[in-house]
């Protein structure tokens, strides 16, 4: 079992910026690949970025350049460096972690935490 919780969320102005952070516990050694995915009101939750256990990165195309995600294992952390926001940033992320226990593999999410971005 992993368990995920999301902390960093808030009420940001356009062109601000936030950091999310995710703690992880639990069977932390099985964890293969982390994310940061969000949800907005009436859509499907969507990727905003993933890390690898080796570092490796990917990003939707809509935060590419503003949003950093990083990872520390030995912390056992995740987070979201999240600038120039933009009101269509606002949504509820979510943390999500893959592992892998040599025959199957696992999703845990976290429970959510709301950016919203307004002036």
């Known amino acids: 079992q992993v368990r995920l919780v999301e902390s960093g969320g808030g009420l940001v102005q356009p062109g601000g910026s936030l950091r999310l952070s995710c703690v992880v516990s639990?069977?932390?050694?099985?964890?293969?690949?982390m994310g940061w995915y969000r949800q907005a009101p009436g859509k499907e939750r969507e990727l905003v970025a993933r890390?690898?256990?080796?570092?490796?990165?990917n990003y939707a195309d809509s935060v590419k350049g503003r949003f950093t995600i990083s990872r520390d294992n030995a912390k056992n952390t995740m987070a979201l460096e999240m600038n120039s926001l933009k009101p269509e940033d606002t949504a509820a992320y979510y943390c999500?972690?893959?592992?892998?226990?040599?025959?199957?593999?696992?999703?845990?999410w976290g429970q959510g935490t709301q950016v919203t971005v307004s002036s």
């Open positions: 639990g069977s932390i050694s099985s964890i293969i690949n």
């Open positions: 999500q972690a893959v592992s892998f226990t040599g025959t199957r593999f696992y999703d845990y």
């Open positions: 890390i690898t256990s080796a570092g490796r990165t």
